[in-house]
């Protein structure tokens, strides 16, 4: 007869397992993808990122089928026809994956280490961040503008995770302002994510716990008469009130 030890001595091993041969599988995909996506820079941006796309997909098939971690989506209506500036909790490195195959075509807003790492860099490369230098606030705040207002003209989307790294569950980051006032200045609205991702792949997490990551997209804030702050004010609040509300 299996003790109660024995079987979470298993499980734990099962557990660590799956998570050792995603792992594995997402690092030879990126270094496969980070070697291809310099090939592919002739092309149109759209057929670049469909084409990136499809690391996100194949990581997430294989989330799901190897470490049983699956995820839904709630309030897809709220998504508009256009482009705008997406805002989106960052607690794991699962919305880096989910958020290129909502919003299509996008580019994100990163910190600009992101793009000296080998192979990594390269495929980040294809997709035309903008990439920042988040110790010179004033000059990251007018670049997000610069360049994020010609990608929301050619009706691609700027993803931005305001708070600039991952927090853990239940710890709220100061969230940077530059998606708001490149909403404000192109007249353009946010559009709030939340998620509780990282109750399941933790930020620097190795192990992938099994479950249904849940993702909420909110109503668009339209920037109109307001301010830069207080959209900014009015997407946290959103986003927190949100979190906490799938994490009970």
Known sequence: MISHLDRTLWQKTELIFRSVVFNLIQ????????????????????????????????????LAKICLLTYQVEGKEN???????????HESSWETLVLQIIFRPQVWVLKRELMWIPFLGWALAALRPIAIDR????RALWKVVEQGRPCLDAGIWVTIFPEGTRVAPGEKGNYFSG??????????FVVPVAHNAGDFWPRHGFI???????????APIESGDLSAARINALSKEWIENTVERIRK
């Not at 110790?135 to 004033?138: D, F, L, P, S, W």
């Not at 992938?208 to 909110?218: E, T």
């Open 27 to 62: 690092l030879f995909s990126t270094l496969i993808f980070g070697v291809l996506c310099p090939l592919i820079w002739p092309l149109p941006f759209r057929f670049r990122h469909r084409f990136t796309a499809l690391w996100a997909y194949l990581n997430l098939w294989c």
């Open 79 to 89: 998504i508009p026809a256009t482009a705008g500036v997406v805002l989106c909790k």
């Open 135 to 138: 110790k010179t606030t004033h």
């Open 179 to 188: 998606g708001a006032l490149l909403a404000k200045r192109s007249g353009r």
């Open 208 to 218: 992938k716990n099994p479950g249904i990551i849940r993702l909420v997209i909110g």
